[in-house]
């Protein structure tokens, strides 16, 4: 049997256009929250991700399998970022201790000092661009409709 045929059937338009809503909400509120960033003069949002995962990490760091599932970042673009900021001194690699193959990514001082900063333009565009729209009852609704998805 194909998995075509185990699907459910055709969904409502109250469904699609959940989902619809869905996708535009989240390209426009990532759009408006790059876009203070980079006016605040701050790395992209994906370096803001790979940091925080790292800063709340035990020892602060992680695999970097660790961090692509944390952050659904794919493979080929984290490794490319972790380079990135590696140059700029915001973690560093470590070799795994037990077989000298693996790596940790361990954020630096820096790091945590430019994840803090970041977070003081990201926190505040998180509350003008959502906390401004919705009440702490509609923010814990929706985000509770939200997990159910996951």
């Not at 809503?21 to 759009?31: C, G, H, P, T």
């Not at 408006?32 to 803001?48: F, H």
């Not at 790979?50 to 992680?62: F, N, P």
């Not at 970022?81 to 630096?108: A, N, S």
């Amino acid at each position: 049997m194909s998995k075509r045929a185990s699907l459910p059937p055709t969904p409502s338009a109250e469904i699609t256009r959940a989902w619809t809503e869905l996708m535009r909400a989240q390209r426009s509120l990532v759009a408006a929250m790059e876009s203070d960033l980079r006016i605040a003069g701050q790395p992209p949002l994906g370096w803001y991700d790979v940091l925080w995962e790292l800063d709340r990490a035990t020892d602060g760091r992680l695999r970097p399998y660790e961090i692509e599932e944390r952050t659904l970042l794919a493979q080929y673009n984290l490794s490319r970022l972790i380079d990135r900021l590696e140059k700029e001194g915001l973690v560093r690699r470590e070799t795994f201790d037990q077989d000298g193959r693996g790596r940790w990514v361990v954020i630096t001082e820096k790091g945590r000092a430019v994840r803090a900063d970041m977070w003081s333009v990201y926190g505040r565009s998180i509350q003008a661009h959502i906390g401004e729209k919705l009440d702490k009852a509609e923010a814990a609704t929706l985000a509770a409709l939200l997990f159910r998805l996951l």
